[in-house]
């Protein structure tokens, strides 16, 4: 049934996955007094804007290249897309990434515990969901066409870098 369904996707599986995402956010909380945020912090909350503008920007990019008409088959290698093939996902992780040394100096012995987020959503995005399916889904309609193969040869997957000399 519809019911039984919900209560497997969204209870048992997204609940548990996010509780693991948003733990620096929850450990966080533990301070009964607000800390001043130092350095670490600040560091933190910089890698988490970059991780939002990422996200943010690519996504933008990416719909703005899909309702242009005269893009119609051709693969999207503009903006942040040109340095890597998922820009979102590399913005997500570094956003949590980010969120994790917020909460560092809140963690007296216990720093560790916030990375266990990022890791996650590291692994999340790159071996179980998001990449691989994703990138599953391009090599089915795309596999095969010079454009494509092109941008995979001289495109990171994930990590920001300058693209590689066309073959």
Known sequence: SVHLHSLKKVFLLQGPMLWIVSL???LGQFQAEPLDLGMLAWAGIGLAVI????????DHQMAAFKADPANHGQVMDRGLWRYTRHPNYFGEIVLWVG???IA???LSGWQWVTMISP???TLLLTRISGIPMLEARAD?????QPDY????AR???LILRPPSAPR
């Open 24 to 26: 620096p956010i929850q």
């Open 104 to 106: 560092i100096p809140i």
């Open 155 to 157: 495109t990171s997957v």
């Open 99 to 101: 969120v994790a040394i």
């Open 140 to 144: 089915e309609k795309w596999g095969g």
């Open 51 to 58: 991780g939002i503008f990422f996200e943010t920007i690519g």
């Open 119 to 121: 890791v996650f959503v």
């Open 149 to 152: 193969e092109d941008y995979k």
